[in-house]
């Protein structure tokens, strides 16, 4: 399977931007999803971009394809209280019958 | 409301005593698959239906068994569960085609936090 890897933890302080960082090995892959993962809940679908993309801005949230180095980042602009989560990226490959996940990251915002 | 429902939420048993996982979908889904969460390793796939009676193994399918009778449930059957099944789980669906289907139409169940002892 896909590998796909994260950093284990970022801390910011509140009114800081937040990028979180996201490389994955399979070269075909369509769509590239970011999920929120908040404490003893689900997970939340945030946004996601598709393979033929470099960038794509939803709000506080911009995403960052660079297809060349399989490198993958979230920006949280304006980074929240309400922001502190875990986040994984997550990458469908090719046959999409599977959604191959990091390891997510742990945000902490610092008041 | 369009969701996934797992039962039961939360579960401790001891090793050897088979349980079910239930999973249910009202929104006609095609396909359904079945994560396991451990920290430190992500969400990895244990097994996946892309309709009614056609299930596969994805990366972690040992020790779990699943059944897609109807296409709403996809219940996942743990046999003879052991220690390292104790883990956070989450059953998925989308509309088709896995997980290149539009996105607003993938949904997570809430997760079912299992334990063995």
């Known amino acids: 399977g896909e590998d796909v890897e994260q950093s284990l933890f970022l801390s910011v302080r509140e009114g800081d931007s937040s990028v979180i960082n996201c490389t994955y090995t399979?070269?075909?892959?369509?769509?590239l999803y970011w999920y929120k993962q908040e404490p003893g809940a689900g997970l939340q679908l945030l946004t996601y971009i598709f393979s033929n993309m470099d960038m794509k801005q939803d709000q506080r949230l911009t995403v960052l394809l660079n297809k060349k180095d399989k490198h993958l980042s979230l920006r949280i602009a304006d980074t929240q209280t309400g922001d502190s989560a875990i986040y994984f990226c997550a990458s469908a490959g090719t046959g999409a019958n599977n959604l191959f996940f990091g390891t997510g990251t742990r945000l902490t915002v610092i008041p | 409301e369009a969701q996934v429902t797992q039962n039961p939420r939360y579960l401790i048993t001891v090793t050897g005593k088979k349980l079910t996982v239930t999973c249910s979908q009202n929104?006609?889904?095609?396909?359904m698959s079945w994560y396991r969460q451990d920290p430190g390793l992500g969400l990895r796939q244990i097994y996946y239906?892309?309709?009614?009676?056609?299930?596969d193994k994805g990366d972690v399918p040992e020790g779990y068994k699943v059944s897609r009778k109807e296409k709403r449930n996809f219940p996942l059957i743990l046999e003879s569960p052991s220690p390292n099944q104790t883990s956070l789980y989450f059953c998925?669906?989308?509309?088709?085609?896995?997980?290149?289907?539009?996105?607003?139409?993938?949904?997570f169940g809430p997760g079912t936090r299992l334990t063995v002892l």
């Open positions: 929104m006609n889904h095609e396909y």
């Open positions: 998925a669906s989308t509309l088709s085609g896995g997980w290149n289907a539009p996105t607003d139409t993938q949904y």
């Open positions: 239906s892309m309709n009614v009676e056609v299930t």
């Open positions: 399979d070269s075909s892959s369509t769509y």
